[in-house]
């Protein structure tokens, strides 16, 4: 796959951001490509040779946003004897929510609409990226049936936007480590026994 040009990648990036910065200052419905290309310090030819219209930003801007709220996650959470420490996990998720409070507006876009399922998949992809060596080590069952890891995967990613989304629609009623704390014990008390693996409350 050819690598795209340094200054394309940056006038991407500041499209995307400005569009951002926009989301959490105005409604969707009010920013305009004049918006976006002025605040990107461009003009409206060089926006329309990267992207159609604002709904094609929006389309793929969650790469973009999503890239320092998952980059910050450790990929070696699980330690020697596939043990987890729930503390360690509770700082990991609460860094989630602390970055996506910080840009609640976007978020709630976000989570509206074609918008979800789009923000659903690039956090799937990065699930599955991320944690191929955790996952390959996984082995999740309902009884005697095997899960399959895409499954968990969707499962876990389905749960933490949902939560999220109840999260901010409700002005975050709830500090960010509680939610944490909370999302990872129901995840955890959901009736799937997960084999190799144990969680550490030390």
């Keep these: 796959m050819k690598k795209e040009d340094s200054r394309v990648v940056k006038t991407k990036q500041a499209i995307f951001r400005a569009f951002v910065d926009l989301t959490l200052e105005k409604d969707l419905t009010a920013i305009t490509v004049q918006d976006i290309a002025q605040r990107a310090l461009i003009n409206r030819s060089t926006f329309y040779s990267h992207f159609h219209d604002k709904q094609d930003v929006l389309d793929q801007v969650f790469s973009y946003a999503l890239q320092p709220l998952l980059s910050g996650i450790e990929d070696n959470i699980v330690e020697t004897g596939n043990v987890i420490r729930e503390q360690r996990l509770v700082q990991e998720v609460?860094?989630?929510?602390?970055?996506?409070?910080?840009?609640?507006?976007?978020?709630?876009?976000?989570?509206?609409?074609?918008?979800?399922?789009?923000?659903?998949?690039?956090f799937?992809?990065?699930?599955?990226?991320r944690f191929a060596d955790v996952f390959s080590r996984l082995e999740v069952k309902d009884g005697t049936q095997l899960i399959p890891n895409d499954f968990?995967?969707?499962?876990?990613?389905?749960t933490f936007t949902s939560t999220v989304y109840w999260w901010l629609e409700n002005d975050c009623p709830l500090p960010a480590e509680q939610m944490a704390r909370v999302m990872i014990k129901?995840?955890?008390?959901?009736?799937?026994?997960?084999?190799?693996?144990?969680?550490?409350?030390?």
């Design 94 to 122: 609460t860094k989630l929510f602390l970055q996506i409070q910080k840009e609640k507006k976007f978020y709630l876009v976000a989570f509206k609409g074609r918008n979800n399922l789009i923000l659903l998949d690039t």
């Design 124 to 129: 799937k992809q990065f699930m599955a990226e």
């Design 152 to 158: 968990i995967i969707s499962y876990l990613v389905t």
């Design 186 to 202: 129901l995840i955890s008390s959901a009736g799937l026994a997960v084999y190799q693996f144990k969680i550490s409350r030390d």
